[in-house]
């Protein structure tokens, strides 16, 4: 399987790591209301889509960037690739 590194260009997957799910993008703020069964959430639970779904690469054998893929998990079909800090922004978050 190729990535297309938003920076790099084409990669072999074999030079990421595969992390899971793109929503631990959005953690929990520990703070609020209710954070001890929203981090138990976060944590325990994932979804197993059959199709399009975003997940977490982590490019260990070349820049250390994270990534955003969208990929369709019946086919392997990579029809999006972001870097995680973009997406992170878009979805409101600063840090």
């Known amino acids: 399987m190729i990535i297309n590194h938003p920076l790099l260009g084409p990669r072999d997957a074999a030079e990421f ?3 899971g ?3 631990l993008i959005d953690r929990p703020d520990w703070q609020a209301e ?3 069964e929203q981090f ?3 944590g ?4 197993n889509p059959a199709g399009q ?3 977490l690469w982590y490019h260990e054998q070349g820049d250390r960037s994270w990534l ?3 990929r369709d998990t019946l086919t392997h079909e990579i029809t999006r690739v972001e870097l995680a ?3 992170a922004r878009a979805r409101g978050r600063d840090k």
């Open 17 to 19: 790591v595969y992390l």
């Open 21 to 23: 799910d793109a929503s």
């Open 34 to 36: 209710g954070a001890m």
């Open 40 to 42: 138990h959430d976060y």
């Open 44 to 47: 325990y639970l994932r979804d």
């Open 53 to 55: 779904h975003q997940e």
């Open 68 to 70: 955003v893929v969208t």
């Open 85 to 87: 800090r973009d997406v």
